[in-house]
């Protein structure tokens, strides 16, 4: 029996709901590929200077005119060259005015900071993006297991993923039909684990999380949805 409902928008909500991000930044339409006059990324009057392109074409999926592109798009919003999680709060709240994104955020911030540092460089976001965007089933997997896995011990406990549950409803549970009961996050963190958990040890590991989500077929539908977005 596949996942349904909530439990797939829990898996496939990483990916869809970073076009929010994608259209704040200016890179929601397809990247330009025209030449750029500057020969490597623009990096004068920035707090934070990237990595040099052929370094980051070379960690990602894209080519060195698409990374100028989005570097300018990131720039634009973030003139320091880096990203707090207030930003990123602000970002979701403009796109969720009715509901409380607050907590999302700052569990997909603490996804794309991958150094812990408190801010997100555009190289967190690029190889980020690069991952969510062209990057296999089984790298978006990976990528979704690692902002499920909130302390990073390796394992999704029921804390765990209904700390991320009621962060989603919170975000935009009031949209979804039928309307949500206060217990709708627990009894789909329920049924989550009865489906992930295969030895019933009461944790979710990457390899049961990953074999689970690529016998879904409508996990595997919804990723081949974000393919080919720029």
């Known amino acids: ?13 990483v990916v869809g709901l970073f076009y929010v991000v994608l259209k704040q930044f200016g890179i929601w339409e397809p990247l330009s590929l025209e030449e750029s006059n500057d020969g490597d990324l623009e990096l004068s009057m920035v707090r934070h200077q990237p990595e040099g392109l052929d370094q980051l074409q070379v960690q990602t999926k ?3 005119k698409e990374l100028q592109s989005l570097y300018r798009g990131f720039k ?6 880096l990203v707090d999680e207030e930003t990123f709060k602000t970002i979701y709240s403009q796109f969720f005015p009715q509901g409380d994104a607050t907590t999302y955020a ?5 996804a794309f900071d991958m150094d812990r540092s408190g801010s997100i460089r555009f190289e967190d976001f690029v190889i980020g993006l690069s991952v969510l965007l062209r990057g296999s089933v089984t790298e978006k997997l990976r ?3 690692n902002l499920y896995d909130i302390n990073k011990d390796g394992y999704v406990t029921k804390e765990e993923m209904l700390a ?10 009031r949209y979804t039909l039928p309307s949500v009961r206060d217990d709708s ?15 019933r040890d009461g944790v979710v590991t990457i390899d049961e999380f990953i074999e689970t989500c690529q016998k879904d077929e409508s996990i595997m539908a919804s990723m081949q949805l974000f393919e080919n977005v720029i």
């Open 143 to 145: 990528w979704a297991f």
């Open 1 to 13: 029996m596949g996942l349904d409902g909530m439990e797939v928008i829990a898996i496939v909500v």
């Open 106 to 110: 700052h569990f997909l911030f603490n």
């Open 164 to 173: 991320i549950m009621t962060s989603i409803y919170d975000m935009m549970g």
């Open 185 to 199: 996050p627990f009894d789909h963190v329920e049924k989550f684990f009865q489906k992930m958990d295969r030895n």
């Open 62 to 64: 894209f080519t060195r």
């Open 76 to 81: 634009n919003e973030c003139p320091s060259g």
